[in-house]
């Protein structure tokens, strides 16, 4: 029980340290955006008019984002998922990880928040680096590569890749210990 306490007490003093931070860093870009329009009035308006297209373009993923997390939420039973991907999950973890890196598609920042939210749930570090990992082949971009550069060389590259994720996630796992 002593550990966990202290474990908590770390984790207030970082969330704490992140907030300091999070404010910090705020007021240094509101100093530079205020200074910048003081000597280039017209530059502020190029940052702010790129600034609100980027915030268009990412509202609606962060939207689905929520949409998504919340659905997983409501339907999925962690205690299941922690048997699959968790602490004693073997090798059908590995499979798991690596075949849903392989399938999932759409743009990384939109897994980041769910792989956040499985590992807090007990998702081990090593699998999330092979799901990450494996996300470099692309299903849809394999019959370019066939064409480009041959199946034996598609198919060796692919078994490569998910190898040397696997091996990858084990160094992290040893790193985190």
Same mark, same amino acid.
């Given at each position: ?22 404010? $910090? ?12 329009? !003081?000597?280039?009035?017209?530059? !502020? ?7 609100? #297209?980027? @915030? *268009? ?18 339907? *999925? ?16 973890? %590995?499979?798991?990880? =690596? ?8 743009? !990384? $920042?939109? %897994? ?5 939210? @499985?590992?807090? #749930?007990?998702? #081990?570090?090593? @699998?999330?680096? &092979?799901?990450?990992?494996? #996300? =470099? ?9 066939? $064409?480009?550069?041959?199946?034996? $060389? &598609? ?7 998910? !190898? ?14």
């Amino acid at each position: 029980m002593k550990k966990e306490s202290i474990f908590v007490e770390n984790k207030n003093n970082q969330s704490k340290k992140g907030k300091q931070y999070n404010i $910090y860093f705020l007021g240094v870009v509101a100093l530079l955006y205020f200074l910048i329009f !003081i000597f280039y009035p017209n530059k !502020i308006e190029k940052s702010l008019i790129i600034t609100g #297209r980027l @915030l *268009v373009q990412l509202v609606p993923i962060f939207l689905l984002i929520i949409f998504f997390m919340g659905i997983i939420n409501y339907f *999925v039973n962690f205690n299941k998922i922690k048997k699959y991907v968790g602490e004693k999950s073997g090798l059908k973890g %590995w499979f798991i990880a =690596a075949t849903a890196g392989i399938l999932s598609h759409g743009s !990384i $920042y939109m %897994w980041y928040p769910f792989l956040k939210d @499985l590992h807090e #749930r007990g998702m #081990r570090s090593g @699998l999330v680096a &092979v799901f990450l990992y494996n #996300r =470099a082949i692309k299903i849809t971009l394999l019959p370019i590569m066939i $064409y480009y550069f041959g199946i034996k $060389y &598609v198919i060796l590259l692919s078994i490569y890749m998910v !190898i040397a994720s696997i091996i990858e996630g084990k160094i992290i796992e040893v790193i985190e210990k």
